[in-house]
């Protein structure tokens, strides 16, 4: 039961998203068959099956809190409806509007709680799964990776990338979405990083690259190309290397997690394993959203390209590397 | 006592719960125990993730307004929060903490907002203005980010390259050709130029003149220092003419001033050579008039100049001298470069006209063509208009009317027949 229209000389805020959401659509991570049966018959797949029984009865009795305080969240509306039209606020009804507003924020908490349970439960099985495709592939599986299925996995990777979700009141924290890593930061073996490299005929790009190893003596990283047909190791400063978000931000909740409007920042071009210098056109408004951004490109008459979606994992600082000597 | 919902800095929400089995598939198969597919994973995750989001909202808004409740509750005053519906990010001064979140996208997010901020009040903690943003953001290696002026700015070269291609391919207009009649027509004040001004008095008389009267000016300033009532200027350029005309008649009757040439090739043909022998150590080159003052004067002759055309008049008449057509003025180097001046002037001029009328003429074809081409235009429009009527009806399963058909045929006809004269009027030009 929502509430009733606000009365013309009194403005109510709104909490409530459109409804329904639009309509939430992944690219799958891509499997080759073969990859699939592996996986399918291993031992481990009984711990899955586990794993999902878990999230199932997780999620229903996540449910169930939620139906529990419809009817609580019920009666707020209809006491503020009361309040509208009385057009007057007594000190009663503000504090039985308080007594309301605690219990439900209780309420809220609860659900909180349960969601991130079956959140939890959920990377676990895609870390199962994970486990056992690395099984499969060492099993003999070797295939390399075709550059359409590269582009499906970086799709995947970004859409899937965990949200960051904070107690109310904590500060996100480095590397989740626009905030910078810590002064002395080192990305872990296996992160994903943008990496400054000099190509063969001497131009620099930044380059998608995954770490490969950390050497602390010489402060250097080694990182491989993520297109695999490149081959490449490189050996890289720090100053060359810059890690890419851990963790997406809440659009709806962390907004100062997210680069502003008009901010220049360095973005994965769709398509490619390449970033470029862009321009925030748009930000996410939904957890599922991606930024939009104008990529710099003097082949188009204003110097920007039209519009192109990125994800909040391939968006990252703009940073100018000096040369030198 | 009661408060008036008008001062009320409540927002009073109207809050409810997230319609899963409208918004989260994945999550409804799982709840109506369907159970999920691992293909189904990832999609799941974003729906928890929504979901959690949305309970965060509602919790966050229920906090905003207990915070106010509890100010209020205390006797504080709170002032009613702006609430706009939030397009726009507000930049907040100080430390008002607001959770404003920008609606780019277009659907209907409100904003919530929190006001005034005593430290002690959980909301203050999320700093999440976006102001404080910004020194997040002084990683060491790199500045601050930078901040172009959205939107970036245009190319704009293009926009003046058409602007100043324009002025060579705009439309002629009326008043263009009116601009052009008038230049050919207007001519008439060179009519000045092509009169023979007449003589004035010669410039060595002229500038004798002023010169005198330069002197008188500068003696007349040294004699006002020394005495006053010296009379004005009329009387002393009477003196001055006086005094010229003295020197006049001393140049007229000084046969040093000039003769004309004809006169003295003729005096020197009748009057014997011997006079220079014998006087050429006394007398130089002096001329006739020396020997014999006043003789020429006594001859009544006149001034130089008539004498001269007296002479002249005569030979011819006698038959000793060719008639000369010619202005006898032509030997007059001033004149002469004036008739110069004059025929380039009338040349030049006539070419000028020559070249406004093919101008003219050419402007008045393209004014045509304009014409043409617009009722071109307009006729094209009434082609397309046709082909809608007739596509919708196809695309509706119907034959088109006979009455759409045959507007459709006017159409064509129409603008062929405009076609056809335009390109007649183009090849007049070519």
């Not at chain 1, 690219?27 to 049966?37: G, I, K, R, V």
């Not at chain 1, 609580?72 to 503000?94: P, Y």
């Not at chain 2, 001029?349 to 045509?368: I, K, M």
Request: glycine share 6%; proline share 7%; aromatic share 4%.
């Amino acid at each position: 039961m929502r509430g009733s229209e606000s009365s013309p000389s009194f403005r109510r805020d709104q909490v409530l998203r459109l409804d329904p959401l639009p309509p939430i659509s992944v690219t799958p991570y891509p499997l080759s068959t073969s990859t699939e049966m592996a996986m399918a018959m291993s031992s481990e797949a009984q711990a899955l099956q586990d794993r999902v029984k878990v999230l199932s009865d997780l999620v229903r009795e996540l449910q169930k809190a939620r139906d529990d305080n419809i009817p609580h969240m019920n009666s707020i509306n209809a006491l503020s409806d009361k309040i509208v039209n009385e057009e007057k606020l007594t000190v009663s009804n503000r504090t039985k509007l308080k007594m309301m507003y605690e219990k439900a924020v209780g309420d809220a908490e609860k659900e909180v709680a349960l969601v991130k349970k079956a959140l939890a439960t959920v990377y676990q099985i895609r870390n199962i799964r994970h486990e056992l495709r690395i099984q499969a592939k060492n099993s003999g599986n070797k295939e390399t990776i075709r550059r359409g299925a590269l582009m499906k996995m970086l799709l995947n990777c970004a859409q899937t990338l965990p949200l960051w979700i904070g107690n109310t009141g904590e500060k996100p924290p480095p590397l989740c979405g626009a905030v910078p890593p810590e002064q002395n930061y080192v990305a872990k073996v296996n992160d994903m990083v943008a990496c400054l490299v000099r190509g063969s005929e001497g131009e620099d790009n930044w380059i998608l690259a995954e770490v490969v190893s950390y050497n602390t003596t010489t402060n250097k990283y080694e990182v491989d190309d993520i297109d695999e047909e490149q081959k490449e190791r490189h050996t890289l400063s720090r100053r060359r290397v810059y890690p890419l978000p851990l963790m997406r931000a809440n659009p709806e909740v962390n907004p100062e997690a997210l680069y502003p409007k008009g901010s220049i920042v360095m973005a994965l071009y769709p398509q490619t394993t390449c970033f470029y210098k862009a321009v925030i056109n748009r930000l996410p408004t939904l957890t599922t959203e991606e930024y939009e951004v104008l990529f710099e490109d003097p082949t188009y008459a204003d110097g920007f390209s039209p519009p192109l979606m990125v994800a909040q994992r391939y968006v990252i600082q703009i940073k100018e590397v000096s040369k030198k000597k | 006592d009661p408060m008036d919902l008008k001062d009320c800095p409540l927002g009073l929400p109207v809050v409810g719960s997230l319609d899963h089995a409208r918004s989260l598939p994945r999550y409804t198969a799982l709840v109506n125990n369907e159970g999920v597919s691992m293909e189904e994973l990832d999609g799941l995750q974003l729906e928890l993730e929504l979901l959690l989001s949305s309970v965060l909202v509602r919790q966050m808004a229920f906090n905003n307004q207990l915070s106010i409740i509890y100010q209020l509750e205390k006797g504080k005053y709170v002032p009613k929060p702006a609430v706009s519906p939030g397009k726009k990010m507000k930049r907040e001064e100080g430390d008002r903490p607001s959770k404003k979140m920008k609606d780019s996208s277009g659907k209907s997010r409100e904003v919530l907002s929190s006001p005034g901020p005593p430290p002690g009040v959980k909301p203050s903690k999320v700093k999440c203005s976006v102001q404080k943003y910004e020194p997040v953001f002084d990683v060491p290696d790199l500045g601050p980010p930078e901040q172009p002026k959205p939107p970036p700015p245009k190319n704009d070269i293009t926009n003046r390259f058409w602007a100043y291609v324009e002025q060579y391919c705009q439309e002629i207009t009326v008043e263009d050709i009116k601009m052009l009649e008038d230049m050919i027509n207007s001519p008439s004040e060179d009519s000045d130029y092509f009169k023979t001004p007449p003589l004035g008095r010669h410039y060595t008389l002229r500038w004798a003149q002023e010169d005198l009267q330069d002197e008188q000016k500068e003696g007349m300033k040294l004699a006002e220092g020394k005495k006053k009532g010296i009379k004005g200027d009329p009387s002393n350029s009477d003196l001055s003419d006086k005094l010229l005309k003295e020197v006049d008649m001393n140049g007229c009757s000084d046969d040093v001033a000039p003769l004309g040439p004809l006169t003295q090739r003729l005096i020197a043909g009748l009057v014997e050579e011997n006079v220079l022998v014998s006087d050429i150590e006394n007398k130089g080159v002096d001329g006739l008039g020396h020997t014999r003052p006043g003789m020429i004067k006594s001859l009544g002759l006149g001034s130089a100049s008539s004498l001269e055309k007296r002479i002249k008049k005569e030979l011819q008449e006698q038959g000793v001298m060719e008639t000369d057509y010619g202005n006898e003025d032509d030997e007059d180097e001033i004149l002469s470069e004036l008739r110069r001046c004059q025929s380039e002037l009338r040349a030049v001029s006539a070419h000028n006209v020559t070249q406004l009328t093919r101008l003219l003429n050419l402007a008045r074809e393209s004014l045509v063509r304009h014409d043409l081409k617009k009722r071109l235009r307009d006729a094209d429009q009434k082609v397309v208009e046709a082909y809608r009527t007739i596509a919708a009806a196809r695309q509706k399963k119907k034959t088109p009317s006979k009455k759409d058909k045959d507007i459709a045929w006017k159409a064509l006809k129409d603008r062929e027949v405009i076609v056809r004269q335009l390109d007649l009027a183009s090849n007049n030009n070519c």
